[in-house]
């Protein structure tokens, strides 16, 4: 708790003080206490840096990220504050002269930097692999907005992460169909890499959404996650849809996130699929993309 929070709760300046000379209140930072101990868990720590900086201020950067789920761990307290701040021992200041009102969060009580500022601001700090993690964890828990994304880049035009941003957010425009996951912008590479005609992604066709489709050749290919295929519901479920596409010609090649990693493999595979179709169908396959 603040100095601010135990004043509104009643506590004087001595009283305070006097709390304190008995560790009833443990300091972590000047004017901010934890209360009766300080195994505190990393929200409680969070939270404390970002009191310590006052009024405005947002956990930001890489200890935002922790806090939404983005990255799996933060090695310090990273708080943004309005410019002209003083730097406070144990945190890593920010200082922005901008912080727009939609850059403005909460997460379980803390104060802090919206998704879309977090991940710029992360473009800032890591690495071109990293900022790609947790933009695509961004997306698995549905809250990637590419809308809001480039709103906060224009807003802060300098940054310099900006050129590492633009590469990371390329994959994501839609090109003519967004694509939802990284296994489908591996699937779209792979074809581009293998010379493979360009599919559709993410279209309704005969009633069912379809990762994946090769018109040409009536072929649906469905990239199987784990973390939502791999179920006994799901499983029912996929088949039942596979005999729904079947009744209407359309066959379905399913493919996992393994099957991705061997591309070369998986394309020849996949070549070989498209001409047997397209031979019983007694038409040629479309040409190979350029």
């Known amino acids: 708790m603040s100095v601010g929070q135990l004043r509104e709760l009643g506590l004087t300046k001595h009283a305070v003080r006097r709390r304190v000379e008995h560790r009833r209140l443990q300091r972590l930072y000047p004017g901010v206490y934890a209360v009766g101990h300080d195994a505190l868990t990393p929200d409680s720590r969070r939270l404390a840096a970002v009191l ?145 005609p360009r599919p559709r992604f993410n279209v309704y066709i005969a009633g069912q959404e379809l990762d994946v489709w090769w018109e040409d050749v009536q072929i649906a290919v469905e990239i199987d996650g784990a973390e939502v295929h791999h179920t006994r519901r799901a499983f029912q479920e996929d088949r039942a849809r596979d005999r729904r596409l ?9 493919v996992t996130s393994r099957d991705l990693e061997d591309d070369a493999r998986l394309a020849a595979e996949l070549r070989a699929i498209r001409a047997a179709a397209a031979l019983a169908a007694g038409s040629p396959p479309a040409p190979a993309c350029a």
Do not use: M, W
């Open 52 to 196: 310590a900086c006052g009024p405005g201020a947002l956990l930001s950067h890489r200890a935002a990220g922790a806090a939404q789920g983005l990255l799996s761990s933060a090695p310090q307290a990273d708080v943004t504050v309005p410019h002209g701040r003083k730097s406070k021992p144990g945190i890593v200041i920010h200082r922005s002269r901008l912080v727009h009102p939609d850059d403005r969060s909460s997460v379980r009580g803390i104060p802090v930097t919206g998704v879309a500022r977090t991940l710029v601001d992360l473009a800032d700090v890591l690495s071109e692999e990293r900022l790609a993690r947790a933009v695509h964890e961004a997306e698995v828990q549905r809250v990637f907005d590419l809308g809001a994304l480039e709103a906060v880049a224009a807003r802060l035009p300098g940054r310099r992460g900006r050129h590492k941003l633009s590469r990371v957010l390329a994959a994501y425009q839609p090109e003519p169909h967004f694509l939802r996951s990284e296994a489908e912008r591996r699937f779209k590479r792979l074809c581009e890499r293998h010379s493979l």
């Open 246 to 254: 079947a009744a209407q010609a359309i066959r379905v090649v399913r």
